[in-house]
Nanobody
Framework: QVLLVESGGGSVQAGGSLRLSCAASGGTYRFYSMAWFRQAPWTAREGVVGIEPDGTTTYADSVKGRFTVSRDNAKATLYLQMNSLKPEDTAMYYC???????????????????????WGQGTQVAVSS
């Protein structure tokens, strides 16, 4: 069982930055595909960015050039650096993980919620205009 705990959310003005963290425990972190998702009220959960065990990344078009994902396997921690934030980035942000020892990668499913088995409780991000 993998436990994921997000932190770093908060309230910022448009144009500001936040850095989210996701601490993982209970598994061999380096063999997991990780991802960030977000969900605003009354909307479906949306994939933001995924990162595979070998570091391959998949970004949603809406965040390309503004958000950067990274992972520290020694600390079993996933990060999301969010710059140039917009009001439409306001959402609950979730960390997700799935075992991927073979580092298999299919871009079309990298940001699909159904791919991921483990989920954190989320951290709220609010961006005001």
């Amino acid at each position: 069982q993998v436990l994921l705990v997000e932190s770093g959310g908060g309230s910022v003005q448009a144009g500001g930055s936040l850095r989210l963290s996701c601490a993982a425990s209970g598994g061999t972190y380096r063999f997991y595909s990780m991802a960030w998702f977000r969900q605003a009220p009354w909307t479906a959960r949306e994939g933001v960015v995924g990162i595979e065990p070998d570091g391959t990344t998949t970004y949603a078009d809406s965040v390309k050039g503004r958000f950067t994902v990274s992972r520290d396997n020694a600390k079993a921690t996933l990060y999301l650096q969010m710059n140039s934030l917009k009001p439409e980035d306001t959402a609950m942000y979730y960390c997700a993980a799935v075992w991927n020892r073979d580092n298999s990668y299919e871009p079309s499913v990298a940001l699909t919620p159904a791919r991921y088995r483990y989920w954190g409780q989320g951290t709220q991000v609010a961006v005001s205009s």
